[in-house]
Nanobody
Framework: VQLVESGGGLVQAGGSLRLSCAAS????????MGWYRQAPGKQRELVAT???????NYADSVKGRFTISRDNGKNTVFLQMSGLKAEDTAVYYC?????????WGQGTQVTVSS
């Protein structure tokens, strides 16, 4: 099983980006999926999670600006980020509970210039 993120990049403050994470391999079950981020010199932190049936949870710092969603048919989770701030700069990681095990993607860099 692999999780592969895409969609990171450089954006100006106030701009938007959409991250995607696709799970591939021998998959028979995916439960919760989520996005985490790690800024230089800081611990990895939760950004947002979503259950298989669509219940969501967000960090206070991104509520109202970020939206997590998923396409169960394509084993993919998305993170729509709007109103980006310099403090959102980090490596963003996808996590998935796949086949009752936890997997992480390799990360994608998001840089917000002020």
């Amino acid at each position: 099983v692999q999780l592969v993120e895409s969609g990171g990049g450089l954006v100006q403050a106030g701009g938007s980006l959409r991250l995607s994470c696709a799970a591939s391999g021998s998959i028979f079950s995916i439960n919760s999926m989520g996005w985490y981020r790690q800024a230089p010199g800081k611990q990895r932190e939760l950004v947002a999670t979503i259950t298989r049936v669509g219940y969501t949870n967000y960090a206070d710092s991104v509520k109202g600006r970020f939206t997590i969603s998923r396409d169960n048919g394509k084993n993919t989770v998305f993170l729509q980020m709007s109103g980006l701030k310099a403090e959102d700069t980090a490596v963003y990681y996808c996590r998935g509970s796949v086949n009752y095990r936890e997997y992480w993607g390799q990360g994608t860099q998001v840089t917000v210039s002020s």
